[in-house]
């Protein structure tokens, strides 16, 4: 469907929601229920309408810091982990209570980074999801705070949401924060600093303008959502940073001036491709010459031997890898070959591989249909 009035002139039939910790967070008059109501109540004319939406949830550490009466935020991991816990069930029984008064029921799903890391879990959970929307099921989703450590956290939740989106191939993914998108400069900083309504190319200079300080209540900061709607326009899914502490969801999405839009590529990665450039992590590099680079990053080719002038160690068939030409990784893709047969056949010709390698050889290091350009 399309929303009526909506900045967005597309049909959208799944989208992802991202709200901050600093519109959840507990308040002495309780205005953050306002807040929070408001945004519920807008979900759910969405999903009246047949839209699938799926809720990613900051603000337990801040739920579980105000219920234990901690004057600051935690600093040490096991307090920090401690808030979590006692927070979660703070926040979810308030989205509980908001639902059911419309019949609704939510469904809390805490991740790591492994649990989308590894490709059977990663689709499990695309399966539970998608059978949680099948049932008219709000599905709620944390960083599972109380049990992460460094090495297998997200780091913050812009980048837990963007994954989400990607693995549910969204149509359009929005970032609900407390000012009115992204500006040339810091606001608070800098008088001078003009809104942006409309970002069609994410590089450097946009995210040298963003202020990269969290807030002593969350853990990211602008460029986190920079990086998360580059990694969803990528993919194809249109974003949106928006202020969610002044404006409800669909308020921000029909009025002009409180949020940012990011203009999507053309052209939808499969879901295959988004694991592959999103989620999976690579196992070795495959360095590459600049003629390799040209038939791959404006070709579509694939990788062939002759373009290939080294690799890493401790690569297996199957395994991901990153393609690197000049210093710079700009593809992945699934290798074909270990890294000992590669060796043996890099910068060769493809008519020389049966007798270097045998017959029943694959003629490309990494066939372009297992291959995404970053």
Request: include cysteine; hydrophobic fraction near 40%.
């Amino acid at each position: 469907m399309k929303i009526p009035g909506c900045i967005i002139d597309t049909d959208i039939k799944r989208v992802v929601v991202k709200i901050g910790s600093k519109i959840l967070t507990p308040t002495s008059q309780g205005e953050h229920i306002g807040r929070i109501s408001a945004h519920i109540a807008d979900i759910l004319s969405l999903m009246e309408q047949g839209v699938s939406v799926v809720l990613v949830s900051s603000g337990a550490v801040s739920h579980g810091r105000v219920k234990l009466q901690l004057s600051q935020r935690p600093r040490t991991i096991p307090l920090k982990q401690a808030c979590a816990g006692v927070g979660q069930i703070e926040l979810l029984t308030l989205y509980s209570r908001l639902l059911e008064k419309k019949g609704v029921q939510c469904g809390q799903i805490l991740l790591t980074w492994d649990d989308i890391a590894d490709k059977k879990r990663y689709n499990n959970l695309r399966n539970a999801l998608f059978t949680m929307l099948d049932n008219g099921i709000l599905p709620i989703i944390n960083e599972n705070d109380s049990v992460g450590v460094e090495e297998i956290t997200f780091g913050d939740n812009d980048t837990l949401a963007a994954q989400i989106a990607t693995i549910l191939n969204a149509d359009l993914f929005v970032m609900l924060t407390d000012i009115n998108g992204v500006y040339t400069a810091n606001p608070q900083k800098d008088p001078e600093a003009q809104q942006l309504q409309q970002i069609e190319k994410i590089d450097n200079s946009l995210r040298a303008m963003a202020d990269a300080d969290g807030s002593d209540v969350g853990t990211g900061g602008m460029v986190t959502k920079i990086n998360a709607a580059d990694m969803v326009t990528r993919a194809g899914i249109a974003a949106v940073i928006g202020n969610g502490y002044d404006y409800s969801l669909l308020s921000l999405l029909r009025m002009s001036g409180v949020s940012t839009f990011f203009v999507p590529t053309q052209k939808r990665m499969s879901g295959k491709k988004r694991f592959l450039a999103f989620t999976d992590t690579p196992t070795g590099t495959v360095y590459v010459d600049r003629g390799a680079y040209t038939a791959i990053a404006t070709k579509g080719k694939s990788l062939l031997p002759a373009g290939v002038l080294s690799v890493s160690d401790g690569i297996q068939p199957g395994d991901t890898v990153d393609i690197c030409c000049e210093g710079r990784s700009f593809a992945r893709g699934i290798s074909n070959y270990a890294t000992e047969d590669i060796r043996k056949i890099n910068g060769k010709k493809t008519e020389d591989l049966a007798r270097i390698s045998g017959e029943g050889t694959y003629n490309e290091v990494v066939h372009r249909n297992n291959l995404v350009v970053l």
